[in-house]
């Protein structure tokens, strides 16, 4: 019993509980015995009534040695641990005869209600499903409520019965969406309240204060006391006895009172010890500046691990190492624990930085453009806290209405994709990817992460922040139609040129509007854009703006004004006030040129954060159109129907798992008879193919299928080389069959080949799942044939796929009206091709086996679609992370 051999590490995992705080499962051990009966002689009588149904005030030593012995197959226990007790024990035993694990668990008094019982249960599920079991049942006290509860809420189907006294459980451990859901809902709710402890802490410890001006430890110090932080602030420097005025500990452990959140700022090699210290006096969360981890070689990795794993199995959320530091405006708060110059000004703008070197940038880049700030995180090496948590956290949070993210890598991009898509239903999130030239990082596939989850993509710094301006300020547009006003031509031609190569649209003005623009603002040229020449003043761009906001006749404006020639101050000022004054009915930006100063209103530099309403002003017409043409593409996303993932007929998953038994799974492609087995339960019908060994056989199968037949070879790198022979089509009869067999085998060798009968006209299609190590599964799909197989590209998207999605991609490729129908030709069967789609798509989230799925060609027929080659290669399952149990991520960024 618990071999070492046997031990199943891969179930050791840390989880975020309910109250932000962490424990860390695994699985029972052997050397657990004294932490059991600690663990024992600590629950209450009541707690122990409830699990033995009787009171058992010491566990004896046959007892512990049977909990704590078992083999992880027909007898598994997993613990959780906080500083290396355990505060939580779940456990089943195989009933004989059956796939049924009666399960009990238990949880300390002191921890019940974190949220423990429910992510034991999960945890215990995924092993159980593992080693066979498909049912758990279970008897309770119907005075246990807390069981019953965790059972209520776990979200499988519990069957309940009360019979003698007891109450009798059984459910299926299989995921379902209900109970999926359910998880997943946890998890932000854990998550986000892990994020709130780091950024509104009552009590703050700067381990590491220095006394030295320009020291990291003695710069955190500062920003906390000069942005006037609402809580305790409490240096811990072993050689002074204050810094900065403010009385000084040895230890964090000297520090009176609970100490919410530590800054860490001290030599790499201290920082481990530092952490142990944390734990031991219960600190909530860790922000470690301190860098030489990630960074420093195999030696830093080491330390790396050790840090995250010591916080972690003390409780702690880490933010770093090799953070800036956090931010939180909220007045109430006030947290500015970051050693970069200035304090950022209260807004709405949720801040993530992944890099800690361009941390001090951003916060430098939006004081300077007066954009505020709600919350900004430097995260630095990514070795904990993640953008997906600081995404949970944005996604609820009331003081923020836009989320900016700077990412150099995704820990787990198809949870990224899941909460970003969630958060921008409500909210923009504006991401800025660098790194994507490294190998192994696919910007093709990096845009489709985007696109799938509504993320708003930008290639620069500067452009981050211009697109945050127009969200934090302006409405969204209700649509594409630009109107362009202002009192230079040359400046409104350059914002037209780039307002239409952004896919955004200057309609023609109405006669009547034209006319009201000439009688009403003076305007010289009244069509789109309209000029009111170089000498107008604020009357006429303010009668311009507000007959153009109640025109009807367009979406958004981008007004551009240079100050008339000689201009008097108050002419400039006035200009400034037209704009501020436009009516809140459009989405309206400028460019505001040539002006020493700002005008009241805009939102340009040096004039403190500016109000929602007030509009943004961008250095150039470029600018200002690329923003908006962000914005109008977010807008529609945020506006079309989400759609569902359809319930599939023919669809059976285990069948087609266990097709996959004994197939390779070294990434080779499959022959193509396995992979048709593999495919028919799953409603994926390849196009009659039959492996033949010789001449004859090929005549054979050739007179069951029906004439004419085509011949192929069957290696992957022959499958569409007609140029040299590999592949013959419309062969008719016998002895050009045989004549085609014998020239084949001259091209590629002796060996089976494969005969198909040919198929029916259709539109040739080229269908791709594959598995991306930076951005998940993915589906593509595009039109087929040579000529489109080099210049045409796919047309990419991540999981899931909804009904809408798949129909949204057809009519997204390149050349789509050849399946919608062009003159002189019926359309094809596109219902039948989304039908394949989304098919090929629920492969790629129930299999996770599946190492590439290509379908070429895929021809689609008036009725029906026919596969007629499809490669597949197989892997090694990992773990489901988007239907698996929680975890904690352990990846970490190297920058």
């Known amino acids: ?311 972690r199995s003390a409780g702690m959320r880490l933010v770093g190492p090799n953070a800036m530091g956090i931010v939180n405006t909220d007045p109430a708060v006030r947290l500015h624990a970051t050693f970069a110059a200035g304090a950022p000004v209260a807004g709405r703008v949720g801040v993530f930085s992944q890099s800690g070197a361009l941390a001090g940038s951003f916060l430098a880049e939006a004081a300077r453009r007066s954009l505020g700030i709600s919350s900004f995180v430097s995260i630095g090496d990514r070795a904990d806290v993640s953008g997906n948590d600081l995404l949970q956290y944005w996604r609820g949070d009331e003081r923020t209405e836009v989320v900016l993210l700077h990412l150099q890598g995704f820990g787990n991009p198809r949870k990224f994709a899941r909460i970003a898509r969630e958060v921008g239903r409500a909210k923009p999130v504006v991401a800025l990817k660098s790194g994507h030239g490294q190998p192994g990082r696919s910007d093709a596939a990096i845009g489709a992460l985007f696109a799938s989850a509504g993320v708003v993509r930008v290639g620069s710094l500067s452009q981050l922040f211009e697109v945050a301006q127009l969200f934090a300020l302006q409405p969204l547009p209700a649509g594409r139609r630009v109107a362009i006003v202002g009192n230079s031509s040359a400046l409104a031609a350059m914002a037209a040129d780039a307002c239409l190569e952004h896919g955004l649209e200057l309609p023609q003005l109405a006669e009547d509007l034209r006319e009201r623009l000439r009688s009403e603002a003076g305007a010289t040229q009244a069509s789109n854009p309209v000029d009111l020449g170089p000498f107008a003043g604020p009357d006429e761009l303010r009668s311009a703006l507000a007959v153009l906001c109640e025109s009807g006749q367009v979406d958004a404006i981008i007004a551009v004004v240079v100050p008339p020639p000689r201009g008097r101050p108050e002419v400039v000022a006035g200009l400034g006030a037209a704009l501020r004054e436009a009516p809140p009915s459009l989405t309206v930006l400028a460019t505001f040129l040539g002006v020493d100063g700002v005008p009241d209103g805009l939102a340009v530099p040096g004039e403190g954060a500016p109000g929602r309403g007030s509009i943004p002003s961008y250095a150039s017409p470029e600018a200002a159109a690329l923003a908006l043409a962000r914005a109008v593409d977010y807008a529609e996303w945020r506006a079309r129907p989400e759609g569902e993932v359809p319930e599939l007929e023919r669809f059976d998953v285990e069948e087609a798992r266990q097709r996959m038994q004994g197939l390779a799974t070294d990434g080779s492609w499959l022959p193509q008879h396995e992979v048709a087995a593999v495919l028919a339960p799953l409603g994926i019908d390849i196009w009659p193919t039959a492996l033949v060994a010789d001449a004859d056989e090929a005549v054979e199968a050739a007179e069951q299928m029906g004439w004419p037949v085509a011949l192929k070879a069957v290696a992957e790198q022959w499958r569409h080389r007609l140029d040299v022979g590999a592949v013959r089509l419309d062969l008719v009869g016998q002895e050009e069959l045989r004549a085609a067999f014998a020239d084949v085998e001259a091209v590629v060798g002796p060996g089976p080949l494969y005969v198909q009968p040919m198929s029916p006209p ?54 789509h009206q050849l399946l919608t129908g062009v003159p002189g030709s019926a359309p094809a069967d596109v219902a039948a091709l989304e039908d394949l789609l989304l098919r090929v798509a629920q492969v790629g989230e129930a299999l996770p086996e599946v190492a590439e799925l290509l379908l070429d060609p895929v021809l689609v027929k008036r009725q029906g679609v026919a596969p007629l080659h499809v490669g597949l290669r197989l892997q090694e399952p990992g773990v489901d992370s988007e239907r698996g149990p929680r975890r904690l991520g352990t990846s970490f960024a190297v920058l």
Not at 130 to 142: H, K, M, N, S, Y
Not at 187 to 200: G, P, W
């Open 1 to 311: 019993m618990n071999d070492a051999a046997d031990y199943p590490r891969e179930w050791e995992a840390d989880v975020v509980l309910n109250d932000g705080g962490t424990a860390r499962l695994r699985p029972i051990r052997a050397d657990d015995a004294e932490r059991l009966a600690a663990f024992h002689a600590r629950l209450s009588r009541e707690t122990v009534y409830n699990r033995f149904f009787a009171y058992r005030p010491v566990l004896s030593d046959a007892d512990i040695a049977r909990f704590t012995q078992v083999d992880h197959d027909t007898r598994v226990a997993l613990v959780a641990t906080l500083r290396d007790e355990i505060i939580g024990v779940v456990r089943y035993d195989r009933l004989p005869e059956t796939s049924d694990g009666e399960v009990a668990f238990v949880v300390e008094d002191a921890h019940q209600g974190r949220g423990l019982g429910p992510a034991l249960l999960e945890h215990l599920a995924a092993a159980g499903r593992e080693r066979g079991i498909t049912r758990f049942v279970a008897d309770t006290l119907p005075t246990n409520r807390a069981m019953l509860g965790v059972f209520r809420t776990a979200g499988f189907q519990v069957h309940r019965t009360l019979a003698d006294g007891y109450v009798e459980l059984s459910f299926p451990i299989s995921p379902t969406d209900s109970s999926v859901s359910v998880m997943r809902e946890r998890e932000h709710r854990a998550e986000a309240r892990s994020v709130q402890r780091l950024l509104a802490p009552r009590t703050v410890a700067v381990i590491g204060a220095s006394r030295e001006r320009g020291a990291p430890g003695h710069e955190l110090l500062h920003s906390l006391l000069a942005s006037g932080f609402t809580g305790e602030v409490f240096p811990v420097n072993p050689a002074a006895t204050e810094v900065a005025g403010v009385q000084a500990h040895a230890d964090v452990r000297d520090v009176p009172g609970p100490v919410d959140l530590a800054l860490v700022a001290v030599p790499a090699a201290e920082v481990a010890d530092v952490v142990r210290a944390c734990g031991v006096k219960g600190v909530h969360g860790l922000v470690v500046v301190s860098g030489g981890f990630a960074d420093a070689g195999p030696e830093g990795r080491a330390r790396l691990e050790e840090v995250v794993s010591l916080a």
């Open 762 to 815: 259709g539109v040739s299609t080229v269908v791709r799942l594959v598995q991306d190590p930076s951005a998940g599964p993915l589906l593509s799909l595009r039109l087929g044939g040579v000529a489109v197989d080099l210049l045409v590209d796919p047309v990419t998207r991540t999981l899931p796929l909804t009904d809408r999605d798949a129909a949204a991609l057809v009519g997204s490729i390149r050349g």
